[in-house]
């Protein structure tokens, strides 16, 4: 119960923080998006963290070899989250994705999205990776886990700030203006592949 109740608590700040910091929180689009964004959080987001709290062990050693772990994590859910994305982009799959697209981009927008896609792609990519080394015998050190908890959120956060965070490249802010590019995230593995990796240049400074 410790492990969820501080999961739940570090989430909560780095996003909602992140929102306070960015966001125009009287401006219309950004107050759906925070309406949205907390309902998946209610129904999506904290039933998780006590499943999972539940689930995943709670272990205070390796706490350098967890470290470690931390860019599987990122490239594993780079990975996972652009094969979740990108079919949200077809025809078939559009109507649970287009709540994601529509109006103003900010902050809030991180997690405003329809619960299944939430579920499925945004809890999933934070945790696959987890899973998978848990499924191989490596558990990762419980304070460690509480920095990836921090790491994702403000990641996401981060890369929806349309460029009002320093640290915001406009990868994914490109992704929201132009659609077909940048569907994963982090190191953007996949789309470096198979050629939708765009930077925000010369090309694209008046989107």
């Known amino acids: 119960m410790h492990s969820s109740l501080m999961i739940c608590l570090i989430h909560f700040v780095c996003y909602w923080g992140m929102v306070a910091i960015y966001d125009d929180i009287c401006k219309g689009d950004c107050a759906i998006a925070m309406k949205n964004s907390f309902k998946n959080q209610l129904f999506g987001t904290f039933p998780f963290i006590i499943i999972f709290s539940d689930y995943y062990p709670i272990y205070y050693g390796d706490f350098l070899l967890s470290l470690g772990y931390l860019p599987i994590l990122v490239v594993?859910?780079?990975?996972?989250?652009?094969?979740?994305?990108?079919?949200?982009?077809?025809?078939?799959?559009?109507?649970?994705?287009?709540?994601?697209?529509?109006?103003?981009?900010?902050v809030a927008k991180a997690l405003d999205a329809d619960l299944l896609e939430h579920v499925v792609a945004n809890i999933g990519s934070f945790s696959?990776?987890?899973?998978?080394?848990?499924?191989?015998?490596?558990?990762?050190?419980?304070?460690?886990?509480?920095?990836?908890?921090?790491?994702?959120?403000?990641?996401?956060?981060?890369?929806?700030?349309?460029?009002?965070?320093?640290?915001?490249?406009?990868?994914?802010?490109?992704?929201?203006?132009?659609?077909?590019?940048?569907?994963?995230?982090?190191?953007?593995?996949?789309?470096?592949?198979?050629?939708?990796?765009?930077?925000?240049?010369?090309?694209?400074?008046?989107?």
């Open 128 to 207: 696959i990776g987890l899973f998978i080394l848990q499924y191989f015998g490596y558990t990762m050190n419980i304070y460690v886990l509480y920095l990836w908890v921090a790491i994702s959120t403000l990641n996401t956060c981060i890369s929806h700030s349309n460029g009002q965070c320093k640290y915001d490249d406009c990868t994914h802010y490109l992704h929201h203006k132009i659609r077909f590019c940048n569907y994963g995230t982090g190191f953007y593995i996949m789309d470096r592949l198979f050629n939708s990796h765009i930077l925000k240049n010369k090309k694209f400074l008046h989107l």
């Open 76 to 106: 594993t859910g780079d990975i996972y989250f652009y094969i979740c994305h990108r079919p949200f982009h077809s025809k078939l799959l559009w109507q649970f994705h287009k709540t994601h697209h529509t109006g103003t981009l900010c």
